[in-house]
């Protein structure tokens, strides 16, 4: 079909009419029309992350100033006050074959503590690893004592700050108490919780189940028995639970049975030379925990740093949250 010149023209200035009348039209409606702004780009918002206690691994507002107590362990002294408070309790061993408790506190205090007892040299190898925490303790052996007051500690010695009192109702020496209200007054300057070397987390694979596990000093022996009711490990010591004045059965979220060097310490006590653990250094360990045993590697380079706990893999042995129990037991080459 042979179109004409005339009617290409015509069919060009029609199209061409059609397109100045549609941009027109767009113009007048987008003059008439509010644009409307766009939306912005939802951005992911910031999730806090909750605070939670290097030494517990629980949920805390803020980290506390460290407190260390050393208690009295024997059958006369029994039952602790204030215990069940602490984050980590320390099984020491001292002279006779009987054990001391090293007790920190730092997310919760209780009202009073005690009783409270001497300190012994291995206490500072123990303490450095908290930087300059607060130290309570009612003295020490006569060479020992200087040594412990010049260590970086906030000295909170008996004969020095008050707070103390004596519960007449108990035999001395194991009836001095503490009302933790003062210490801490005393204590303004004391370090704030920090790593010290627990990871806490689900459990590691592997492990036994494990009803009961004991271990012994000469002269004193430790049981600690899963409790599934109570979601813990509960306290027994020569062969009877171990109780507190505050809250019945002393009980823990994880036990480390910690396998040291004990030697002897170079300050006499009463005569002959009193057990000394060393916590630095490396060795066996035993983690309890959702009533199952662990087997790993502690290890702790120097006192100015916490101690790491292993897997055989080496991977963390990892804790449950909540309080920690520390026996610092006889391993390989003791003497003491």
């Given at each position: 079909?042979?179109?004409?010149?005339?009617?290409?023209?015509?069919?060009s200035?029609?199209?061409?009419?059609?397109?100045?009348v549609?941009?027109?039209?767009?113009?007048?409606?987008?003059?008439?029309t509010?644009?409307?702004p766009?939306?912005?780009?939802?951005?992911?918002?910031?999730?806090?992350?909750?605070?939670?206690?290097?030494?517990?691994?629980?949920?805390?507002?803020?980290?506390?100033?460290?407190?260390?107590?050393?208690?009295?362990?024997?059958?006369?002294?029994?039952?602790?006050?204030?215990?069940?408070?602490?984050?980590i309790?320390?099984?020491?061993?001292?002279?006779?074959?009987?054990?001391?408790?090293?007790?920190?506190?730092?997310?919760?205090f209780?009202?009073?503590?005690?009783?409270?007892?001497?300190?012994?040299?291995d206490?500072?190898?123990?303490?450095?690893?908290?930087?300059r925490p607060?130290?309570?303790?009612?003295?020490?052996?006569?060479?020992?004592?200087?040594?412990?007051?010049?260590?970086?500690?906030?000295?909170?010695?008996?004969?020095?700050?008050?707070?103390?009192?004596?519960?007449?109702?108990?035999?001395?020496?194991?009836?001095?108490?503490?009302?933790?209200?003062?210490?801490?007054?005393?204590?303004?300057?004391?370090?704030?919780?920090?790593?010290?070397g627990?990871?806490?987390?689900?459990?590691?694979?592997?492990?036994?189940?494990?009803?009961?596990y004991?271990?012994?000093?000469?002269?004193?022996?430790?049981?600690?028995?899963?409790?599934?009711?109570?979601?813990?490990?509960?306290?027994?010591?020569?062969?009877?639970?171990?109780?507190?004045?505050?809250?019945?059965?002393?009980?823990a979220?994880?036990?480390?049975?910690?396998?040291?060097?004990?030697?002897?310490?170079?300050?006499?006590?009463?005569?002959?030379?009193?057990?000394?653990?060393?916590?630095?250094?490396?060795?066996?360990?035993v983690?309890?925990?959702?009533?199952?045993?662990?087997?790993?590697?502690?290890?702790?380079?120097?006192k100015?740093?916490?101690?790491?706990?292993?897997?055989?893999?080496?991977?963390?042995?990892?804790?449950?949250?909540?309080?920690?129990?520390?026996?610092?037991?006889?391993g390989?080459?003791?003497?003491?």
């Amino acid at each position: 079909m042979r179109l004409s010149r005339r009617t290409i023209v015509i069919g060009s200035s029609s199209i061409a009419a059609a397109i100045v009348v549609a941009v027109v039209t767009f113009l007048l409606v987008s003059r008439s029309t509010p644009v409307k702004p766009a939306r912005p780009l939802a951005t992911a918002s910031a999730t806090p992350t909750q605070l939670t206690s290097p030494f517990t691994g629980e949920p805390i507002k803020a980290l506390g100033p460290v407190l260390a107590v050393k208690i009295d362990n024997v059958a006369q002294a029994r039952p602790p006050t204030g215990l069940t408070k602490a984050d980590i309790v320390y099984l020491i061993p001292v002279e006779g074959g009987l054990s001391r408790i090293f007790a920190v506190f730092s997310s919760h205090f209780p009202p009073v503590i005690g009783p409270v007892r001497s300190t012994r040299a291995d206490d500072l190898e123990l303490l450095r690893q908290f930087g300059r925490p607060a130290f309570a303790f009612s003295g020490a052996q006569p060479y020992l004592l200087p040594v412990v007051e010049r260590a970086r500690i906030v000295d909170l010695y008996s004969g020095l700050v008050g707070g103390y009192f004596r519960d007449l109702s108990r035999v001395a020496p194991h009836n001095l108490y503490a009302h933790t209200r003062q210490l801490l007054a005393e204590a303004r300057h004391a370090s704030k919780a920090h790593d010290i070397g627990f990871r806490f987390g689900p459990p590691p694979a592997g492990g036994r189940p494990t009803a009961a596990y004991s271990v012994s000093y000469p002269a004193a022996s430790f049981s600690f028995r899963w409790s599934a009711k109570r979601s813990a490990w509960l306290v027994w010591m020569d062969g009877t639970p171990a109780g507190s004045t505050e809250d019945g059965q002393l009980r823990a979220a994880t036990v480390v049975i910690q396998y040291t060097v004990v030697g002897t310490s170079r300050f006499l006590e009463e005569g002959s030379r009193p057990p000394y653990a060393y916590t630095v250094g490396s060795g066996r360990v035993v983690v309890l925990r959702n009533g199952r045993a662990y087997t790993g590697h502690w290890s702790r380079p120097h006192k100015d740093v916490g101690t790491t706990f292993t897997t055989a893999s080496g991977r963390p042995l990892t804790f449950a949250p909540g309080q920690v129990w520390v026996v610092l037991a006889y391993g390989p080459g003791s003497t003491g």
